[in-house]
Nanobody, 118 residues
Framework: QVRLVESGGGLVSPGGSLRLSCVAS???????????MGWYRQAPGKERELVAA???????NYADSVKGRFTISRDNAKNTVYLQMNRLKPEDTAVYYC?????????WGQGIQVTVSS
């Protein structure tokens, strides 16, 4: 069983920053280090979309809309994945979900709200 818990969301003004954290726990050892992890988001009325991902080898990829503004990283010792979000825009407003792909199965966190508004 795998559990992903997000934190760090909230309300921020345009141009501001937030850092999301996702702590992974469960019966699978070293979830973050050994598996692909990612952040997705879903805005009202829209489909869930990939924001950023990091492989077990450390390779990263980003949605075009966040390149240069968001950074995904991980701390293997803490079994935690982060999403640093800078220069936030109103269109970044969404529920953000942490994702882990383990043995070709998708695991999701409960989601956390990020609202960018003045």
């Amino acid at each position: 069983q795998v559990r992903l818990v997000e934190s760090g969301g909230g309300l921020v003004s345009p141009g501001g920053s937030l850092r999301l954290s996702c702590v992974a726990s469960g019966s699978i050892f070293s979830i973050v280090r050994r598996n692909a992890m990612g952040w997705y988001r879903q805005a009202p009325g829209k489909e869930r979309e990939l924001v950023a991902a990091i492989t077990s080898g450390g390779s990263t990829n980003y949605a075009d809309s966040v390149k240069g503004r968001f950074t995904i990283s991980r701390d293997n010792a803490k079994n935690t994945v982060y999403l640093q979000m800078n220069r936030l825009k109103p269109e970044d407003t969404a529920v953000y979900y942490c994702n882990a792909v383990i043995s070709n199965l998708d695991y999701w966190g409960q989601g956390i709200q990020v609202t960018v508004s003045s």
